[in-house]
């Protein structure tokens, strides 16, 4: 069986990978009993068909993938055991390359995560994402959803 640590970050690695994958649904699905918060938008998405729509309208897809790689680093975890509860901290980095797009950094930041152990098993209640740095998201989202920082 994995250490709690291991088993908290296969989760937010999955996420990630899932993301890459363009499988939104799969997303999604990782916010069953959870919010996702952002710090450019005061809206709160709570479960699985809140947060798929938010990525469905938002996220770019090219035959179904969003030619991305997320990169997430310097993970620190905080487990509770007592608790069943768990809080993490890592940095992300998001890479786009399309045909009228070289290889690039489209967005980094932070995610500030909130987790729970069900039986053996940890999932979000809480994702904050802390977005620090932008760059061209024009082929990367929908719809305008972040800010350059001035």
């Not at 970050?9 to 363009?22: E, H, K, S, V």
């Amino acid at each position: 069986m994995a250490s709690d640590h291991d088993a908290i970050t296969t989760l937010i690695y999955t996420y990630a990978d899932r993301m890459d994958a363009g499988d939104l649904d799969g997303v999604a699905q990782l916010f069953a009993d959870a919010t996702l918060r952002s710090n450019q938008r005061a809206e709160v998405r709570r479960g699985t068909e809140a947060v798929l729509k938010t990525f469905r309208s938002s996220v770019a897809l090219y035959d179904g993938v969003p030619c991305t790689k997320h990169v997430t680093t310097n993970v620190i975890i905080d487990v509770d055991a007592q608790r069943h509860a768990a809080t993490a901290r890592s940095y992300f980095t998001v890479l786009q390359a399309r045909p009228e797009l070289p290889l690039q950094i489209v967005i980094a930041g932070r995610y500030h995560d909130q987790l729970a152990r069900t039986g053996n098993t940890w999932h979000f209640s809480d994702r904050m994402i802390y977005i620090d740095l932008v760059g061209d998201l024009r082929f990367h989202l929908k719809q305008p959803m972040v800010e350059r920082a001035r």
